[in-house]
């Protein structure tokens, strides 16, 4: 059982930037999906982006590429999101996730590949 525990959302005006954190409980160094999630009220729950430990390879939706950047860090078992040009359209619960090891990374990209899910951290943009 994997535990996730963000940190780093808050609020900002537009155009401003925030880094979310996601610490593990345990973590491979390898062949984990590890993406992060976001839920806006009334709305459905949105992938925002993901990254392969196994490889580094990350994908991003639409809505956020050129402005968000994910990132691992393996010693400190912790995944970032770096968020810049942040937009009201951005407010939302920031949800990180995490498969089990050994995934393969075109699991990466089915919202069912993760399993284990952090509480959430609030990220409010204001215009």
């Known amino acids: 059982q994997v535990q996730l525990v963000e940190s780093g959302g808050g609020s900002v005006q537009a155009g401003g930037s925030l880094r979310l954190s996601c610490v593990a409980s345990?973590?491979?160094?390898?062949?984990?999906?590890m993406g992060w999630f976001r839920q806006a009220p009334g709305k459905e729950r949105e992938g925002v982006a993901w990254i392969y430990t196994g490889g580094g390879n990350s994908y991003y939706s639409d809505s956020v590429k050129g402005r968000f950047t994910i990132s691992h860090d393996n010693a400190k078992n912790t995944v970032y999101l770096q968020m810049n040009s942040l937009k009201p359209e951005d407010t939302a619960m920031y949800y990180c996730a995490a498969s089990n090891a050994g995934s393969y990374i075109m699991w990466c990209s089915r919202p069912s590949t993760f399993r284990y899910w952090g509480q959430g951290t609030q990220v409010t943009v204001s215009s």
């Open positions: 345990e973590y491979t160094t390898s062949s984990r999906c």
